[in-house]
């Protein structure tokens, strides 16, 4: 016999059980997550090859008998670290890589200090990025680079590449980068330069806090975060959704602050003038072009991503000058591209396929 | 076990899925009018000047304690991070000598590395 909801009793009753045991275990598990500390994240053996200010270089130990001849050079976004790409053994990319004999090297940013706020955005990409590429070629004995760059890392990547185009860099691998920045539309609007006044808040407080750059990701998605939460409560008897939850929250608040001038450069030449779309811009007085770039590229884009909306990213493949280029679409966000179960069994396999017979 | 379809648990898990996005949506629509902007950046700009005077403050505080200046500490972090990166170099010299002099061809960790000669499965080699 049914309820007149639909429900039969004798498994409503099972439901209720499962529901108490959960109830009981939420309590003692609460008390748990409050009491225990942070997981441990980015724990694949690595060695520091270079740190200056806000620049670190790392290389990570190969762990294949045999490895690729051409070094991968990953180039970080500057707001977040560099340990989503190495989360936990077995949900690590950088793991992934090694495992499948890739030599790896991570250009990873700490937060700059109050006098670094004059780094500007040529110090990144006419500076920090040749400087590892010479270190990675010095280290590894090998010319050629693969560069692969995560959000606005791929953005730094593309301009190294569109002011260096005859080398070193062999292949450039582009994680969801933006390229249109007006079809970004609400940090658009949140930078509209009529109300907007970025001199004036990079004269005052130097470099942009990293509770600000929080704020403007976390206003994208306004409810989502207490939701998470709600869910998080819900499933907090569950120790694999709690391990989960963990890492990626204490990655995506781990924010870093930005360096003013670089800030306001980005502000004014990406969000407000366009140029990188327009063909434009120019870096310390260099022109960055990005039709200039001619070595293979692979653009990875996330069908649900909501911080690089895919209008704002859909030119990067038709603009480059390579010939060996291609974009792929995977299900997923911005995050969950690159890490986490679906990255495992989308991206890292297709970028493992692409890039092992070009790295030879 | 009850189907999805009258499981009251996954209903109101269903029913907080819509109302987060639901909630998203009309945020989203009213953040992209120009008023928010105005408004927000008011705001935004007004703590911002209440931090840089607050800021100010301290440091003439900190100076009159006769605490360390900020400059002292600063050049004091510059010193190490210079004989650090000094040290880096150093090490990557004895690595390449290392190597120049016949000897075990070694990362910057030391050991040994492997050999830069893998090839893709499709090339004949298998994956390893």
């Not at chain 1, 569109?162 to 658009?188: V, W």
């Not at chain 1, 603009?319 to 679409?329: F, L, N, P, Q």
């Not at chain 1, 990255?343 to 092992?356: N, Q, T, V, Y």
Request: proline share 6%.
């Amino acid at each position: 016999m049914n309820t007149p909801i639909g429900l039969d009793p004798a498994s409503m009753s099972e439901r209720i059980q499962a529901e108490v045991q959960r109830a009981i275990q939420r309590s003692i598990k609460g008390v748990e997550y409050i009491a225990s500390a942070a997981p441990s994240l980015g724990s694949t053996p690595k060695d520091v090859l270079h740190t200056r200010g806000t620049m670190n270089l790392y290389h990570y130990r190969p762990i294949a008998d045999e490895i690729y001849r051409v070094p991968v050079l990953i180039v970080m976004a500057t707001t977040n670290r560099g340990y989503i790409l190495d989360m936990v053994p077995g949900q690590s990319f950088i793991e992934f890589l090694l495992k499948r004999g890739y030599d790896v090297y991570m250009l990873d940013w700490t937060p700059p200090k109050p006098e670094e706020k004059c780094l500007r955005l040529e110090d990144y990409v006419l500076d920090f990025i040749p400087d590892c590429i010479r270190r990675v070629q010095q280290d590894s004995g090998e010319s050629d680079v693969t560069l692969i760059g995560y959000c606005f890392g791929g953005v730094l990547a593309l301009l190294y590449g569109s002011i260096f185009p005859d080398g070193p860099m062999k292949n450039l691998i582009c994680f969801t980068t933006p390229i249109d920045f007006h079809e970004m539309k609400l940090f658009r609007n949140f930078s509209d330069r009529r109300y907007f006044d970025v001199d004036r808040l990079v004269d005052s407080i130097g470099n942009v806090p990293p509770e600000m750059i929080l704020s403007s990701f976390e206003m994208l998605r306004p409810a989502s975060r207490t939701v998470s939460q709600v869910q998080l409560w819900e499933n907090i008897w569950n120790d694999e959704y709690v391990r989960s939850y963990r890492m990626f929250d204490r990655w995506a608040t781990d924010t870093l602050p930005l360096a003013g001038e670089y800030f306001r450069a980005i502000t004014k030449d990406l969000m407000w003038d366009n140029k990188l779309f327009n063909g434009t811009m120019s870096v310390g007085g260099r022109p960055a072009d990005i039709s200039k770039i001619r070595v293979p590229i692979l653009h990875a884009v996330a069908e649900h991503d909501h911080i690089v909306p895919y209008d704002a990213a859909k030119h990067l493949i038709a603009k480059v000058g390579s010939a060996d280029k291609e974009e792929v679409m995977l299900k997923g966000g911005h995050v969950s591209l690159v890490a986490g179960a679906n990255a495992i069994k989308r991206l890292w396999p297709k970028l493992d396929s692409w890039l092992g017979g070009r790295s030879i | 076990m009850a189907d999805k379809g009258n499981d009251p648990v996954a209903i109101w898990q269903a029913m907080i899925g819509e109302m987060e996005k639901g909630f998203n949506s009309f945020a989203n629509q009213a953040m992209a009018s120009p008023e928010f902007s105005k408004v927000v950046n008011q705001v935004g700009g007004a703590t911002v000047s209440a931090q840089k005077q607050f800021g100010e403050l301290m440091e003439k505080y900190l100076v009159s304690m006769n605490l360390p200046s900020r400059a002292q500490m600063v050049g004091m972090a510059e010193r190490l991070q210079s004989i650090e990166g000094q040290l880096d170099e150093i090490k990557a010299m004895l690595g390449q000598m290392q190597r120049a002099s016949g000897g075990a061809d070694s990362g910057s960790a030391g050991a040994p590395r492997p050999p830069r000669t893998r090839r893709p499965p499709s090339s004949g080699k298998e994956q390893k």
